[in-house]
C-alpha cells in the first residue's frame, strides 16, 4: 500500500483551468459553483476547503467499476475567492439526478413499458409531485426567500408538511420503476456504504441518478462531500469536520421546514457510522443520519422481506465487485488524492495510510457478510458478466494504479478473483510449510478439521473416519501437546496455537459422542506420555489461567466414560494417578501445584474422577502418595484460611462453543483456523521479523543532529559570555553540550518513529502482501521454499524503510530546538556565573581576613614585646653586660613572638575563609553526598570492610569538619606544637644568663 507521508509525492494532479470560460451553475447543488468550459468539455466546479479529500472519495468509489464522473482537482478559477484548489467534475449532460428523472418522460415510459394501468398511477403521483413542489415554491415566493431554511418560523409546519407530501410521491413513484433501474440504486447503495456516504440520497433525491447512454439510463453517483471520514460542517465557523465530530451537527443542521427525521435516527444519533472498521448491516438504515431518505432501496432485501432473485443477483454482484479491489490500489488513491485541510487540527484527520487500512477494513467487514460459495456461483452461473465486471473495473482501476504505482491492475483483478474461486475448489490440502512452528500445528489442525467438514458435508463416513484418524495423528496431536505444555505465551500465534487444544477436545468429545470414533483409542492416547509431556499433567497446570481448556478436558473425560465402549471411572482415576513423565506431577497433583480453585476440585468430585486417599497409595508410590497427601492437606489449609473459591472462570464463549452441535463447531473452527487468519497470525511475527532489522532513525542523522546541537550550544555560549564577564575565557561545559544532545537525539528520534511509524508500516505491509500472494497462489511449496519467500520479502521490506530512513527517498536535514538550547544554555551560564562570584567573594575575603589578622598580630607583637621589655628591665641587675643580653634577648623574643602570632592569625583566617568558602559552593553538598554514599556502599568481595564506618560515625565527622568549637583542640596542639621551639630558645638564653651571673 503506497503512503502518501511515506513516499515521495509529487505535486497533486491539476486541471488547469485558466483561461477557461465560466458561467454560474444552476443545477443542484448545496453550493456555489461555476460551469466551465475547456477543450470542448464542460466541468462543474465548486470551491472547497477540503477539495484534495472529496476527490479521494471519488476516486475511490470509481475502484468499484461503477460509473462516476471524472472528478479532478481544479486550479482557482478568477471569478471564486481563495486560492486553494476546487472540485471539478466532467458534466454528464444527460445525467438526471433521480429525484428530477422520477418526474421525466423517460421514467413514465418505462413504468408503463408492459402495464398502461401502472403507467396511469404513476402519471398520477408525477401530477401529486407536481403539486406539493408548486405549494413549496409558492411559500418560498410569499416569504421572499429563495430556499426552504429561510423561511420565517412562522411557515416552517406548513412547508414541513406540504414537503412530507412532495417526498411521498417520490418514494411511491421510485417503488413503481423497473426493477432493473432499481437494481442500479442498489449497486451504488452498497458501495456508498463501503465508502460511509451520509448523504447518498439527499432529501430531494439528489447525489445518485441515471445518465442516459444509448438510450438506456445507467445508475451514477457524484458529490461525495459526505464520504469517508467527512462529516458535515461546522455550523458556527463553516469549518468542515470529521465524521466523528458532526454527529449531533447532523441533526441540528437538519431545517425544521423539511419534512422532518424519524425520531429513532435522532435517538440513536451515537450509533451512525463515523468511518468505523464495520458499516453494520447493509439494511440498517440507522447508521446514516439521513439513512431514511434511502429507505426504497433497502426495502428491496431487508429481512424478513424475500428478495427478488435480481436483488439477490445484484447483491452477489457487488460482493464480486469489493473482494476485487486490491488493497494496493486503495493505497495508491489515498497516497496520491488525500490531503487534509491546511487549516486542520493535528490529527483530527486520518493519515493516507491508515485510511488505507480503515478502508480496506470496512471491505473485509462487509464481505464476512457475504457468503464466498454463493459468490463463487455467481461467478460461475455467469461467467461472462463476471468478465464484463472485471473490464468495468479493470478500465476504472488501471489509470489511478499506473500512475502511482506501476502496478498492472488488470494481473491485480485477475490474481484475486481466481483466490476467490480457490477459496471453495476442492484442492489437496496445503502443506505445513510455515517457518513457525505454532503456525504449522494449526495448520495440521484446520486440514484435518477441513476434512472433516468436507465429510459432514457429504455425509461420507469414510472420510469422516479418516478426518477423526487425521485429529489423532502425531502431526496434529503431538504438535498440540507441545503448544499446551509450552503455555499460551503473550505472542497472538502462540496464544491461538494454545488455544486450539480447547477446540480439539471439544471436536474429539462430539466425535466421541456421536460414535464416530472410538473412545478407548481416544483414552489411550490421553494417558499415554510422549517424549516430553503427558496431556493431562499439561491440563492440569493451565486449568487456572485457561479454564476453557480445562472444562473442555472434563468434559471429554466425561464422553469417554459414557461411551457405550468407554472405561469405568476407576479406570479413569488410576489413569489420570499413572499418566505422567517420570518425576513429575500428574494431572492431580498438577490441578493442586497450580493454586486451583475449590470449583475444580468439587467439579471433579462430581464426576466421580477425584482419587481416593486408598487409590492414591495404590497407584503411587509411597512416596508420592505421601507428597499427594501434603499437598491436599495445604491446599486445605489455604481454603480455610483465605476461604474457599468455587467458581471455574469459564467464558461465554467457551461455553456457548461447547454446546454447539458437531456440524456447527466444525463450522466455527474450520473458520477460527482457516489460512486466512494463519496468515493473518504469521503477519505480526512478520513485521516484528522487519522491525527487528532496521531502524527508524540513522546514524548520519544522529550524527548531523550532534553537529547542529554543538553549533548551537557554542552560538548560545558565547552570547552567555557577553552578558557574564566572570565567564569570560570559560569554555562551554562538556555536560552542557552532553546533556543538549542527549536532549535533542530523544526528542528528533521520538519525532522520527512516530513520523515514520506509517510509512514504515506502508512499506512491511507491502512486503507481506507479495509475501502473502506467493503463499495463496502455491499453497503445496515446501517449507524451504516458502522460508526462502519470507526471507526476500523481509529483505525487501528492510531494504525500502533503510531507504526511506537513510534519506535517499525524503532528504532529511535535523533541525534542532535553538531557542530552547539557548534558554537553557543562558540558564545554566548564570548558575555558573553565580558560582564564580561566590567564590571570588570568598577568595576575597580570606585576602581581607589575612591583611586584618596580620596587622593585629603586629600591634599585639609590638604591646607584647615593650610589656615584656619594661619588666625585663625593672628586674636587670645594672650590668651593662647583663643589660645588653636582656635587651638582646627581649627584641629576639619580641620578634619571635610577633612573628608567631602573625602566622597564626594569619592561618586561622585563611581556614576559616576557606572553609566557608567551600560550604557556601553549592557543589560541597553533592560532594558530601557523593562521599557518604561511597562509605555506606557494600563491602566489593575481596576487599577488607574493617574501614567502613556506620551512618552515625560519617555523620558526626561531617559536624566536627563544619563545627569551630570541635575544631578548637586540634588548634590548640598545633599552636602547642609551633609554639614549642620559641619557648625552647627563650629557655637557653635564660640559661646563659644564669651562668654568667655565677662567672
Known amino acids: 500500500m503506497a503512503n502518501a507521508a511515506a513516499l515521495p509525492r509529487n505535486a497533486l494532479p491539476i486541471l488547469d483551468l485558466s483561461g477557461a470560460h465560466a458561467i454560474k451553475w444552476q443545477g443542484a447543488g448545496s453550493g456555489a459553483a461555476m460551469l466551465v468550459e475547456l477543450n470542448r468539455e464542460q466541468w ?125 410521491a417520490l418514494e411511491q413513484m421510485n417503488r413503481m420503476l423497473p426493477l432493473a433501474l432499481r437494481c442500479e440504486q442498489l449497486r451504488h447503495y452498497v458501495a456508498s456504504r463501503w465508502l460511509a456516504n451520509w448523504d447518498q440520497l439527499n432529501y430531494r433525491m439528489e447525489n445518485f441518478g441515471y445518465a442516459m447512454r444509448d438510450g438506456e439510463p445507467v445508475g451514477m453517483s457524484l458529490d461525495f462531500g459526505a464520504c469517508g471520514p467527512l462529516g458535515f460542517r461546522n455550523m458556527r465557523t463553516g469549518a468542515m469536520m470529521p465524521k466523528e465530530a458532526s454527529k449531533d451537527v447532523a441533526i441540528c443542521q437538519r431545517p425544521p421546514s423539511l419534512f422532518p427525521m424519524p425520531p429513532e435516527f435522532k435517538i440513536f444519533a451515537d450509533d451512525f457510522d463515523a468511518m468505523d472498521c464495520d458499516p453494520g448491516p447493509l439494511h440498517d438504515t440507522l447508521r446514516w443520519p439521513y439513512g431514511f431518505q434511502s429507505e426504497t432501496i433497502v426495502e428491496l432485501f431487508r429481512p424478513p422481506a424475500d428478495p427478488d432473485s435480481a436483488v439477490c443477483d445484484t447483491l452477489a454482484e457487488m460482493g464480486y465487485r469489493l473482494s476485487l479491489i486490491p488493497e494496493v490500489a486503495i493505497g495508491a488513491v489515498t497516497e496520491t488524492y488525500w490531503q487534509p485541510p491546511a487549516q486542520a487540527r493535528s490529527n483530527a484527520w486520518p493519515a493516507p495510510s491508515v485510511l488505507a487500512v480503515l478502508l480496506n477494513e470496512r471491505r473485509d467487514a462487509m464481505l464476512r457478510r457475504f457468503d464466498t460459495r454463493q459468490l463463487v456461483e455467481w461467478v460461475q452461473a455467469d461467467p461472462d458478466r463476471a468478465q464484463r465486471v472485471r473490464s468495468e473495473m479493470c478500465k476504472a482501476m488501471q489509470p489511478l494504479m499506473q500512475a502511482s504505482t506501476g502496478y498492472d491492475a488488470e494481473r491485480m483483478i485477475e490474481a484475486r478473483h481466481k483466490a476467490l474461486l480457490r477459496t471453495v475448489e476442492p484442492c489437496a490440502a496445503p502443506a505445513l510449510n510455515s517457518k ?29 473416519s479418516a478426518a477423526a484418524a487425521e485429529l489423532m495423528s502425531p502431526d496434529v496431536y503431538q504438535s498440540l501437546l507441545q503448544n499446551l505444555d509450552f503455555g499460551p505465551g503473550y505472542q497472538p500465534h502462540s496464544v491461538a496455537a494454545f488455544t486450539a487444544n480447547q477446540d480439539w477436545l471439544l471436536l474429539m468429545r462430539k466425535l466421541v459422542q456421536e460414535q464416530r470414533v472410538d473412545a478407548k483409542a481416544v483414552a489411550a492416547l490421553l494417558m499415554t506420555p510422549i517424549e ?25 473425560l466425561g464422553a469417554l466414560i459414557e461411551a457405550p465402549n468407554g472405561m469405568t471411572r476407576e479406570v479413569m482415576r488410576a489413569q489420570l494417578l499413572k499418566a505422567k513423565q517420570p518425576g513429575t506431577a500428574n494431572y492431580f497433583s498438577a490441578l493442586l501445584q497450580s493454586d486451583a480453585a475449590q470449583g475444580w476440585i468439587d467439579r471433579l468430585k462430581a464426576s466421580q474422577l477425584w482419587p481416593s486417599s486408598a487409590e492414591v497409595s495404590e497407584h503411587r508410590s509411597l512416596h508420592a502418595a505421601n507428597m499427594f497427601k501434603l499437598r491436599s492437606g495445604m491446599f486445605k489449609l489455604r481454603n480455610a484460611v483465605l476461604g474457599s473459591d468455587t467458581s471455574l472462570g469459564e467464558t461465554n464463549f467457551s461455553v456457548v462453543r461447547a454446546k454447539m452441535e458437531l456440524q456447527q463447531l466444525v463450522e466455527e473452527v474450520d473458520l477460527a483456523y482457516c489460512p486466512a487468519k494463519q496468515l493473518l497470525l504469521e503477519s505480526k511475527l512478520f513485521r516484528q521479523d522487519v522491525l527487528s532489522k532496521v531502524t527508524l532513525v540513522s546514524y548520519d542523522e544522529l550524527n548531523s543532529l550532534d553537529h547542529a546541537v554543538t553549533d548551537a550550544v557554542g552560538g548560545a555560549w558565547r552570547d552567555a559570555l557577553r552578558k557574564y564577564p566572570a565567564l569570560r575565557g570559560v569554555p562551554v561545559p562538556a555536560s552542557l553540550l552532553e546533556q543538549q544532545q542527549q536532549e535533542a537525539a530523544r526528542g528528533y528520534t521520538e519525532q522520527m518513529q512516530a513520523d515514520r511509524h506509517g510509512p514504515a508500516s506502508t512499506r512491511i505491509q507491502r512486503a507481506w502482501k507479495r509475501y502473502e500472494a506467493q503463499v495463496l497462489e502455491q499453497p503445496q511449496m515446501t517449507r524451504s521454499e516458502r522460508g526462502l519467500a519470507w526471507k526476500q520479502c523481509i529483505e525487501q521490506a528492510s531494504d525500502e524503510i533503510g531507504s526511506m530512513v537513510g534519506g535517499r527517498e525524503i532528504p532529511i536535514a535535523p533541525q534542532v530546538e535553538t531557542a530552547s538550547i539557548a534558554s537553557q544554555v543562558h540558564t545554566h551560564a548564570a548558575r555558573q556565573a553565580s558560582e564564580a562570584a561566590a567564590v571570588q567573594a570568598a577568595e576575597q575575603a580570606q585576602s581581607q581576613a589575612q591583611k586584618q589578622a596580620a596587622a593585629q598580630a603586629s600591634q599585639q607583637a609590638r604591646e607584647s614585646a615593650q610589656s615584656h621589655a619594661a619588666e625585663q628591665a625593672k628586674k636587670a641587675v645594672p650590668s651593662l653586660a647583663a643589660t645588653a643580653v636582656a635587651v638582646h634577648a627581649q627584641a629576639a623574643a619580641a620578634k619571635a613572638a610577633q612573628k608567631h602570632a602573625a602566622d597564626k592569625a594569619a592561618h586561622e583566617a585563611a581556614s576559616r575563609a576557606a572553609r566557608d568558602a567551600v560550604i557556601s559552593n553549592i557543589q560541597f553538598k553533592d560532594e558530601v553526598n557523593t562521599r557518604l554514599a561511597l562509605l555506606r556502599a557494600p563491602d566489593v568481595r575481596g576487599v577488607a570492610s574493617s574501614s567502613r564506618q556506620t551512618t552515625t560515625q560519617i555523620a558526626q565527622r561531617l559536624t566536627a569538619l563544619q563545627d569551630d568549637r570541635l575544631n578548637a583542640p586540634l588548634e590548640a596542639r598545633l599552636r602547642a606544637l609551633r609554639d614549642a621551639p620559641a619557648a625552647a630558645g627563650a629557655s637557653a638564653g635564660r640559661t646563659r644568663s644564669a651562668l654568667r651571673e655565677k662567672k
Open 44 to 168: 462543474r466546479v465548486k470551491q472547497t476547503d477540503c477539495s484534495a479529500q472529496e476527490v479521494t472519495m471519488a476516486k475511490l468509489f470509481q475502484l468499484t467499476g461503477l460509473p462516476v464522473p471524472e472528478t479532478a482537482l481544479a486550479s482557482p478559477l478568477s471569478t471564486q475567492a481563495g486560492t486553494a484548489p476546487g472540485v471539478a467534475s466532467r458534466f454528464e449532460e444527460t445525467f438526471y439526478d433521480l429525484g428530477k428523472f422520477l418526474t421525466t418522460e423517460h421514467a413514465l415510459a418505462r413504468v408503463g413499458e408492459k402495464d398502461p394501468q401502472a403507467a396511469q398511477r404513476y402519471s398520477a403521483l408525477q401530477l401529486a409531485h407536481q403539486d406539493a413542489t408548486a405549494a413549496c415554491s409558492q411559500l418560498l415566493a410569499q416569504a421572499k426567500v429563495a430556499q426552504p431554511w429561510e423561511l420565517p418560523p412562522e411557515l416552517h409546519a406548513a412547508h414541513a408538511k406540504i414537503d412530507q407530501a412532495r417526498f411521498n
Open 436 to 464: 513457525h512452528r505454532e503456525i504449522r500445528s494449526l495448520q495440521a489442525f484446520h486440514n484435518a478439521v477441513r476434512q472433516l467438514r468436507e465429510g459432514l458435508d457429504a455425509g461420507n463416513s469414510k472420510v469422516i
Open 532 to 556: 516430553f509431556a503427558a496431556y493431562p499433567a499439561s491440563v492440569g497446570f493451565h486449568t487456572v489461567d485457561r479454564p476453557e481448556v480445562g472444562m473442555a478436558f472434563i468434559q471429554l
